[in-house]
């Protein structure tokens, strides 16, 4: 079982809250400078949750992160770093922390800890346009599936009797996968999948109705981090003061579900 259950707003200090684009793969979210500062690790290739636009860091996770760190009064560092190495650089020591859209499961509870959950989720199954054969899990057996490296997907696909799982880099790249037919299906997570064919991202896909699976994401921690506390008194607070509702609802067009 997963564990349980990849619009800025007014600056508390009266400063507002800018996220820049330091270089390629480092990111600064500009505090007062008497705040802690957090490391964290992200991987800037799954959107709506975490992608560069114009040179800069945007996306769910982003704004989330930020007024987190308005209501915990810490700092924020995001640096970039592909999704199959966070957890390695969490056990590592390496950041702080990490947000990237990371289902917080049991398996990997043994090793990082998890803030409560953030967001409420469920895996899909995703197929061409013309697909008439695939439109649930068992159909996926002995099928080419496209998933993200170390994902849930990934995880979940590795599950499915004869199938030939095949992994990317990225959210983006297990969907043009499919698109150009070198996969017969991908598993992802809904909403990022839905909003990559909107965007267009890929084309001439569509979604199985039903989810597959039903996960929450966390923000992820070194094991035994003192700061898992203070994320969740800080999210706590951002759930509460109703910031919560307005960023979901300015990247997803609606209601959060909750909690």
């Known amino acids: 079982m997963d564990f349980s259950f990849r619009s800025h707003a007014k600056q508390m200090f009266g400063a507002a809250a800018i996220i820049m684009l330091t270089s390629l793969s480092h990111v600064s979210i500009a505090w007062p400078q008497d705040l802690k500062e957090l490391s964290f690790a992200t991987d800037p290739t799954y959107p709506p949750f975490e992608f560069s636009k114009d040179g800069v860091l945007v ?55 998890f803030s409560k959950p953030y967001f409420k989720t469920g895996l899909v199954i995703i197929v061409r346009a013309d697909n008439t054969t695939i439109n649930g899990k068992k159909d996926l057996e002995g099928q080419r599936i496209a998933v993200e490296i170390g994902s849930a997907p990934a995880t979940l696909a590795g599950t499915i009797p004869g199938a030939k799982v095949l992994t990317f880099n990225g ?89």
Do not use: C, H
């Open 171 to 259: 959210s983006n790249a297990p969907l043009l996968e499919l698109a150009n037919g070198n996969a017969d299906a991908v598993i992802g997570d809904e909403l990022a999948s839905q909003y990559a064919i909107t965007a267009g991202t890929a084309k001439g896909l569509k979604v199985v109705p039903g989810y597959v699976s039903t996960d929450v994401y966390g923000i992820a921690f070194p094991k035994g981090s003192e700061n898992v506390d203070l994320v969740n008194r800080g999210l706590q607070k951002v759930i509460d003061s109703g910031e919560y509702a307005a960023i979901y609802k300015q990247w997803f067009k609606t209601e959060p579900p909750k909690f």
């Open 59 to 113: 996306g769910f996770d982003i704004d989330l992160l930020a007024a987190i760190g308005k209501a915990a009064q810490f700092k924020a560092k995001l640096e970039s770093l592909p999704f199959d190495g966070i957890i390695p650089a969490l056990k590592a020591s390496s950041y702080d922390g990490a947000i990237a859209a990371m289902v917080a499961t049991e398996e990997r509870s043994k090793s990082i800890d």
